[in-house]
């Protein structure tokens, strides 16, 4: 429950349009279980909240599972409609995806358990050890739904996706820093 609590507070600091809308949504199911010593078993999944919107990009916060995320992770993201209109499934084909490696020297994305790290969605700003096809503006009043998975390390696989979580970029007439219309 505190993830929602977390969620919801976000809403009201931020004045985060889209917020609550596909909150339901947004509750990742428990990841597979994982041992902590290291020899054998998935990575445990990132917990994603929404951050900043503006009418081009969102930013997401990614929070490491109790295994870390020390070789980083991969984020994925498509119009909500578009995974509406796909039954819920993600199409290969239009969806797009980052991958942000926490082996590049120096990297923000290696994440130690629990750590968290802000990814910037529509304004990728690609530093050291982030890649991308798809780092242009996302759409201005939408709302996108993505989904995560932390990257294997030399003694855990990778782990699974997390459940879909929703956010929204600032309505197309919006003013950054004014309230969601209703």
């Not at 509406?84 to 499934?89: F, I, K, L, P």
């Not at 989904?147 to 459940?163: C, D, G, P, Q, Y």
């Amino acid at each position: 429950m505190k993830h929602v609590s977390l969620s919801w507070a976000l809403c009201g600091v931020l004045l985060f349009a889209g917020c609550g809308k596909h909150e339901v949504e947004n509750l990742a199911a428990p990841s597979a279980s994982a041992t902590l010593d290291g020899k054998t078993g998935p990575m445990l999944t990132p917990q994603l909240n929404c951050g900043v919107s503006t009418r081009t990009s969102i930013t997401v916060v990614v929070t490491a599972g109790a295994t870390g995320a020390d070789a980083g992770f991969s984020l994925q993201w498509m119009p909500l409609a578009t995974y509406q209109a796909n039954g819920g499934s993600w199409s290969e084909a239009q969806l797009c995806k980052a991958s942000f490696s926490g082996n590049a020297r120096d990297s923000r994305y290696r994440l130690a358990a629990g750590q968290s790290v802000a990814v910037t969605v529509g304004n990728l700003v690609l530093d050291n050890g982030a890649s991308t096809h798809c780092p242009q503006a996302l759409v201005c009043g939408t709302p996108y739904v993505f989904r995560i998975f932390a990257h294997a390390n030399r003694s855990l696989n990778r782990s699974e996706f997390s459940a879909p979580f929703v956010c929204s970029t600032l309505g197309c007439t919006q003013v950054p820093g004014s309230p969601a219309p209703l």
